[in-house]
C-alpha cells in the first residue's frame, strides 16, 4: 500500500479554518484518498474521501493536488469536539478491500 | 440509525485464556474488518470478510482466528492470551465489497490481559 506522511501535531484556535495537509508522493491511479477521525476513547470516524476532484460534505472539504501527490483536509470552522488523530489513508480500489490506518495528525482546538 | 455493535465492551482475561469478541455489523453490510489498537498506538488491521470469505489479512497472529457467520456477525477468537493481546479491538462494517464506501467502525472492545 502506498505510504501517506503526515505531520504529528497541529493545534488550531477555536472557530478558525484547520488545514491539515498529507503527503501521498507515491500515489498510484486506482488509489482514493480517504481521510479518517478519531476522538478520544471512540472508534474511528469516517470523514471524507476522493479521487482527483476536490470533494465538500457537512464535516469537510478535501483539497487534492493537481498531482495527486498531497491533498488537504480543510475543517472551515474548528470546535473543541474536532479534538482528533486525523488519519490520511490511500486505499486502492483494485486491490484488497481493507483500511491501512499510519500515524495520523494530533488535532488539538484551543478555546 | 443502528450503528455497529461490539460486545463485550470490557474484558479480562489471564495469561494463557482464551476470548471471544463479537461484532454485528450494520444491517445490510456483508463486509466486517477487525482492527487492534494497543496502548499509544494506532489501529492495526488484522482480518477481514466480505460475504461471509475471509478477504484480507493482515497483522493477525496465528494464535487468532476470525469468521463471519450467515447472519453477517463475525467473532474473533483469541487463544494463548499474552500481556501484548491488551488492547481495544475495534470491528467495522461496510457495504458492497468495494475500496470506495466508507468504513463504519464500533465503540471497541478493551482487553485486558494480567
Known amino acids: 500500500d502506498a505510504k501517506t506522511t503526515q505531520p504529528n501535531s497541529m493545534e488550531s484556535n477555536e472557530e478558525e479554518p484547520v488545514h491539515l495537509p498529507c503527503n501521498h508522493s507515491?500515489?498510484?491511479?486506482?488509489?482514493?484518498i480517504h481521510w479518517y477521525r478519531q476522538l478520544p476513547s471512540q472508534g474511528p470516524e469516517y470523514v471524507i474521501h476522493g479521487l482527483t476532484s476536490n470533494v465538500n460534505n457537512r464535516m469537510a472539504s478535501l483539497a487534492i493536488a493537481e498531482d495527486r501527490k498531497s491533498s488537504t483536509l480543510i475543517l472551515h470552522r474548528a470546535t473543541l469536539r474536532d479534538a482528533a488523530v486525523y488519519y490520511c489513508i490511500l486505499r486502492d480500489v483494485s486491490g484488497a478491500n481493507n483500511l491501512f490506518f499510519g500515524t495520523g495528525t494530533r488535532l488539538t482546538v484551543i478555546p | 440509525a443502528a450503528g455497529v455493535i461490539q460486545s463485550p465492551r470490557h474484558l479480562i482475561k489471564e495469561k494463557r485464556e482464551t476470548a471471544t469478541l463479537k461484532c454485528y455489523p450494520i444491517p445490510r453490510h456483508d463486509t466486517v474488518y477487525w482492527y487492534q489498537q494497543g496502548p499509544g498506538q494506532d489501529p492495526q488491521f488484522l482480518i477481514s470478510f466480505y460475504e461471509k470469505m475471509q478477504s484480507d489479512k493482515g497483522s493477525i497472529p496465528d494464535r487468532f482466528s476470525a469468521q463471519q457467520f450467515s447472519d453477517y456477525h463475525s467473532e474473533l477468537n483469541m487463544s494463548s492470551l499474552e500481556l501484548g493481546d491488551s488492547a481495544l479491538y475495534f470491528c467495522a462494517s461496510s457495504s458492497g465489497g468495494t475500496n470506495t464506501g466508507e468504513l463504519f467502525f464500533g465503540e471497541g472492545s478493551r482487553l485486558t490481559v494480567l
Open positions: 507515491t500515489i498510484s491511479g486506482t488509489d482514493y
